[in-house]
């Protein structure tokens, strides 16, 4: 699947998003290697720290379907353009330094980076 | 769905758990008003803090399919009992507090409480 | 020092937090077992998941100069009374289960709960 | 004050450490624009996800302090050299993108980054 496709995926997805602290809703889309998608969406919490961005939602679906692979991420926000915050950066690179990271205003004008990029110097145990 | 089923879904989900760091594998099904089930795994990271319980993945699984509305939670662990932490209590709470929480070592031997007594004057902005 | 002491503690804290999310300024004072107070803030984050409360601030200030028994901690906010949420909950029951939690809209109006009874079936590994 | 300097204030906060479950210690110095040093060690939970990192721990201190203008943080670890996770990342963005980032497996092979470099295309509300 090509990156505009699994764009448009992530902006379906948005929809469902449960964001009424922050208005600002996010829809991920995730390839695995084995060429399946899951989408996520961002849920936010009456306790912040308990929020769950789109792209963890996309990831934790995939894992607890069996995957451990992944090729890139789509993530498309209510609000233009949206690299991952730290927090995914950190869950994304625990699976892997390869996978691409897509993300743009709107399908015509998408960035990619590589997680290695987004996480210099990444921790792993 | 009654209780034992739902439990048996969660125990089955289990083999899927990411937890190369405490080798504590947790499964969780979540039956939404509906009647639909999302299962779900726990994820560890690296960094500690980006783990993520199989209760939450179970619940962004259904919100990210557009489900608000949630019946009962069952909880197996390759531990034995396995009531939810506090984190995900807090994020169980925020979708209402009728939900009912089902764990036991076995199908045979269920516990269960609402989450309101799990989370005794919760906190909801 | 007792409770009345001790929320005024926590209210003087509150003029420190970071809330510019929420606008919700949260303050905490924790009272070691020997007897010194720690006080906290909430700090909330852009990527809402990162925000840590005043009472885990308050927590890991103690603990960071070599603390791990304590007894009481009050909490007050900008919107009356605080019960924490379920991650601080979970948090402060790592340290034992005998910890007070006090908070109300004023000291004249305190309101108190063990943590075992906030975090009922408190899980720890 | 020199990097060596902060990084040694890090080695020396590192033995407060509460990591039961990794046994991986973790000590963060932090010096504000102002020229004051906030310390922090790394603080474990039985649910991982409640875990605070020694960069969140020193950040928390200082800000429930009134600071909000940060200069340098040193890194030190019971495992060497030790580059923030990003969900420290993500928490020190917050504050500025001009952050000094100082770690080494001792004081005499120090490397450094700015925060920009390690968390690129960083996300801010």
Redesign the interface.
Known sequence: MDDKSLFLLAED?LQ?A?AP??D?LVGAALLTKSGEVY???N????????????E??????A????H?DFETIAIASSGGK??????????M??FGDELTVVTGPDKDHLEK?DIK?????????
Chains 1, 2, 3, 4 share one sequence.
């Open positions: 997805a469902n449960y602290y922050s600002f989408t996520g969406v849920v936010e919490n009456s306790s912040f720290g308990a929020t769950i961005c789109a963890r939602t996309a990831f934790v679906k894992i607890s379907e069996g451990r949206a690299w991952p915050c730290g927090i995914c950066r950190q869950f690179y625990e980076h990029e987004l996480l210099l110097e990444g921790f792993r145990l």
